[in-house]
């Protein structure tokens, strides 16, 4: 089985990508995030025609997050529970016995702003919520753009980026908190070195240089991470025309 995530920083935009990605890769499951589209003008048709059922939970301008899979989903959840936030970040699918949360957690803005307490905020809850769902769905993937880069060796310049927002102390605590309930980091069971990233700013010609930090990532149940047989960033939908700033991150699970 092949899952991938891809934050596509507006679906209106980068539907030719996906589709066109789609076709290449040929994905079980494919997560999006930042699709910046009302469910009823989510793209349902384009997907099912490429083979692919689509589910959603969308707001225009900002946000939103998708499903795409060769099987139907059984929809569990479309937010953090006991969390009130009208943002669309959230998405839970169950197909059989795996689930899958895709995330679209908060960039944060800066550290001193209201949105980095908010982003603390969210990833508390995330953790506490990961305890239960670990314990009903041994089979889980969580997975998403976390907008965390979780240790030095996911930023290229560590020092330009010390203490600023995706590389701060509590962000990666929080991160780790999630390592800590059990969760794996898929990239890091088959990849130790540096210099590997799934975003690059726009400006200065960052993924030409390869500026970038490594914010988006699949975390696996301890039954999955078994079974992983490889994680990949695929860095060629970075170098497409008018790409989104991230590019695709897939891992291939064995035996299921």
Do not use: C
């Not at 529970?81 to 908060?106: I, M, N, S």
Request: hydrophobic share 40%; aromatic share 10%.
């Amino acid at each position: 089985m092949k899952i991938g995530t891809w934050n596509v920083n507006s679906l209106r935009v980068r539907l030719p990508h996906v589709l066109r990605w789609l076709e290449t890769n040929q994905p079980d499951v494919l997560a999006l995030q930042e699709t910046k589209t009302e469910d009823r003008d989510f793209p349902v048709g384009e997907f099912e025609r490429a083979g692919y059922h689509a589910v959603f939970a969308g707001q225009p301008t900002y946000n939103g997050v998708a499903l795409l899979s060769r099987e139907p989903p059984e929809v569990i959840a479309t937010a953090l529970p006991d969390f009130e936030d009208v943002q669309k970040r959230v998405l839970l699918a169950r197909y059989g016995d795996l689930a899958v949360l895709d995330l679209y957690v908060p960039n944060g803005q800066s550290v001193d702003s209201d949105k980095y307490r908010y982003k603390l905020d969210w990833l508390a809850q995330l953790d506490l919520w990961a305890a239960q769902l670990l314990r009903d769905f041994p089979q889980l993937v969580m997975l998403g753009d976390f907008n965390i880069a979780p240790e030095d060796r996911d930023v290229h310049d560590p020092v330009a980026w010390q203490d600023q927002v995706l590389v701060s102390g509590p962000e990666r605590t929080a991160f780790r908190r999630l390592l800590d309930r059990g969760l794996r980091d898929s990239f890091r069971l088959h990849t130790d070195g540096g210099g590997h990233y799934s975003w690059w700013d726009y400006r200065a010609a960052a993924f030409r240089r390869n500026q970038g930090l490594r914010i988006d990532h699949i975390l696996l149940s301890p039954a999955l991470a078994a079974r992983s047989a490889a994680t990949v960033i695929d860095r060629e939908p970075r170098g497409w025309e008018r790409p989104s700033d991230h590019t695709p991150v897939t891992a291939e699970l064995s035996g299921l």
